[in-house]
């Protein structure tokens, strides 16, 4: 056990819909990652944020979201939804801003399917 | 350029082999390559990893050897178990950079 939870483990919506994908990091940590995985992708990074602040963006969609709150779980919201969203979706902790360690601390993740 | 290459995109392997796995970067900026096991259901978690200072890094059965020349590094899993079976991450950050970028992964099987 990572000590990241992430819900909800499984989510089925409809194209055009919205989600939400919630984050808590492990205990002290205040770096938050979001990945997305895919069979053909690999690993695509996403966000992250640092004790409240965006430190970096990936390739994420206008259409993607996230935010860090002041208790520093996070959350990724997904809009208009497409048949290609459909993902794992991975959040990650780090101890540190600058995560010079490189070490992430993966959750479980979110499998997202868009019917 | 940010990307890192990885290969092989699949690798079987007989129990007690060594497995092999190839990666690739172009950014000079990296500084820190760690590798990462994922298990089916589960998300990944830091395996081994090692800076650009070394050439070398051994824990236990795992090995990174690392070519800074041509920047290039590779895992090496001596007397590979079935256990090891798993989807294999490598990966690269720098100092500039707030995210860790991933290889596309390898999938191991490693048959009795």
């Known amino acids: 056990d990572s000590g990241v939870t992430q819900t909800p483990k499984h989510l089925i919506t409809a194209t055009g819909q919205r989600v939400t994908l919630r984050c808590s990091p492990r205990?002290?940590?205040?770096?938050v990652y979001w990945y997305q995985q895919s069979l053909d992708q690999g690993l695509q990074f996403l966000i992250h944020?640092?004790?409240?602040?965006?430190?970096a963006k990936g390739n994420i969609l206008e259409r993607f979201s996230a935010q860090q709150f002041p208790d520093l779980h996070s959350e990724l919201n997904l809009s208009s939804l497409e048949l290609g969203d459909s993902a794992l979706y991975f959040c990650?902790?780090?101890?540190?801003?600058?995560?010079?360690?490189?070490?992430?601390?993966f959750g479980e993740g979110s499998r997202l399917t868009v019917l | 350029q940010q990307q890192v290459k990885q290969s092989p995109q699949s690798l079987i392997v007989q129990k007690g082999g060594i497995s092999i796995i190839n990666c690739a970067y172009e950014?000079?900026?990296?500084?820190?390559f760690p590798w990462y096991q994922q298990f089916p259901g589960k998300g990944p978690a830091l395996l081994i990893a090692?800076?650009?200072?070394?050439s070398e890094k051994k824990e236990g059965r795992f090995t990174i050897s690392f070519n800074k020349s041509a920047k290039q590094f590779s895992l090496h899993i001596m007397d590979s178990q079935p256990g090891d079976s798993a989807t294999y991450f490598c990966?690269?950050?720098?100092?500039?950079?707030?995210?860790?970028?991933f290889g596309p992964g390898t999938s191991l099987s490693v048959i009795p």
């Open positions: 990650a902790s780090s101890p540190r801003g600058d995560s010079n360690t490189g070490e992430l601390f």
């Open positions: 205990s002290g940590d205040l770096s």
């Open positions: 944020y640092y004790n409240g602040e965006e430190r």
């Open positions: 950014n000079t900026a990296f500084d820190y």
């Open positions: 090692i800076r650009p200072d070394v």
């Open positions: 990966a690269a950050k720098g100092t500039s950079y707030d995210k860790v970028i």
